[in-house]
């Protein structure tokens, strides 16, 4: 286990983070300055990043956006925004989860468990080799890579997973509660909406024309399905 990053300028709350994580076994380091803690959370020692939004240097926004370019590990955002507007900006910019302060730390242990271990079944559970084909989008489950047209795109873990999923069971339709059950787990504690979101985050990198998409299909009142 590397540890979890926490990147936090209020010292209090990312020391309370810090103390129920290692009660719980995890080892936490805390960065208080959003300059300081990219640099630490793209440095590939660190297995989780909790992040709050409103830092000094660099935003929580620009922070998940840096480290999305580089790696695929867990991002978690825990802050006092509660809006759904700055919920959605996060799940697009490439965060996996949202934590609204006050928060339980209870919680927020749990959901890192969670996290962490559908990470590592995801890069150790997926089919070791085969390749999906289909309409210039190729799938390549034992490099985890994914390219359209010859050329790669970058998905976040929880995109990939998503899409190896569908492009799997092709011309089934998947309910919003069932994809939010296959990929997040009965054991994740956010909502049913972060399924659209990641749709539309892999049409935007898969589809020709995102708006009319011809891969992942939308069924209006039934769900989605990948259009083989």
């Known amino acids: 286990m590397k540890g979890i990053l926490i990147i936090e300028d209020d010292l209090n709350i990312a020391e309370l983070e810090r103390d129920y994580l290692k009660l719980n076994g995890f080892k936490a380091d805390i ?3 959003g300059t300081v803690g990219l640099e630490k959370a793209i440095s590939g020692k660190y297995d989780v990043v909790i992040v709050d939004l409103m830092l000094p240097g660099k935003s929580g926004f620009e922070i998940i956006q840096e480290v999305r370019k580089k790696q695929e590990i867990p991002i978690i955002v825990v802050s006092a925004r509660s809006e759904d507007i700055d919920k959605i900006r996060g799940l697009e910019y490439g965060a ?3 934590l609204t302060k006050p928060f339980s730390p209870a919680e927020l242990v749990a959901r890192v468990k969670s996290h962490m271990n559908r990470y590592q079944r995801l890069k150790g559970s997926l089919p070791a080799c085969g390749v999906i ?5 190729e799938i390549n489950t034992s490099s985890h890579k994914v390219f359209v047209n010859g050329k790669e795109v970058q998905l976040t873990a929880k995109e990939y997973e998503l899409l190896v999923f ?3 069971n092709p ?5 919003k509660d069932h994809l939010f059950d296959t990929i997040w787990g009965n054991d994740y504690y956010g909502e049913t909406a972060t399924v659209p979101v990641h749709i539309q985050k892999i049409r935007k990198k898969i589809e020709k024309d995102p708006a009319n998409p011809e891969l992942i299909e939308t069924l209006w009142g039934a769900g ?3 259009n083989a």
Not at 133 to 137: S, V
């Open 171 to 175: 011309n089934i339709v998947f309910s």
């Open 166 to 168: 569908l492009a799997s």
């Open 133 to 137: 084909q289909h309409k210039g989008l």
């Open 96 to 98: 996996d989860d949202y």
């Open 31 to 33: 960065a208080q300055d």
């Open 224 to 226: 989605y399905r990948f």
